[in-house]
């Protein structure tokens, strides 16, 4: 079964944004294995998903309306908030500065590179490691019994 599938649908989804993130991060945890993420929002690009649609007059107008409503910046406690001008949005970033401690950042960088060497690369040490011993302790038992490995 896909991933996709466990997630609930948007209208299941609780009203508040922190219980939502709390939820959605916990999913991802569970289905995804990416542990600690305290924004499971992320967003860097895809903009392109929020702007296709069935006709060009849709398009259009979805494309309209995210360019021109304004920017979306974390606030107070982490919640996003809406600004109408870009001066608007850099004094709230000013003003509530996001800081990732260098403990997260190792963190993160230790859980990125074990996920991207088991599901992307197609490798995990952990089983090469265990190859190895086993390939180790099957030639002593076959040097004992004087038996050549094949």
């Known amino acids: 079964m896909p991933t996709y599938v466990q997630f609930p649908d ?4 609780p009203e508040d944004e922190l219980e939502r993130d709390k939820l959605l991060s916990g999913l991802v945890e569970k289905y995804i294995g990416i ?45 996003m908030t809406h600004c109408d001008t870009y001066e608007e949005a850099m004094e709230i970033k000013k003003k509530y500065p996001h800081r990732v401690s260098r403990t997260e950042m ?3 960088q230790k859980h990125l590179t074990k996920i991207f060497t088991k599901r992307y690369f197609g490798f995990e040490p952990k089983s090469i490691w265990q190859d190895f011993t086993y390939q180790r302790k099957l030639k002593k038992a076959a040097k004992e019994k004087g038996v050549t490995p094949g």
């Open 10 to 13: 948007y209208q299941d989804l």
């Open 35 to 79: 542990t600690g993420l305290k924004q499971p929002n992320v967003l860097t690009c895809g903009q392109c998903a929020l702007v296709c649609g069935p006709t060009m007059v849709e398009r259009a107008d979805r494309f309209h309306m995210l360019s021109e409503s304004g920017l979306v910046v974390p606030g107070e406690n982490g919640r």
């Open 106 to 108: 190792k963190a993160d």
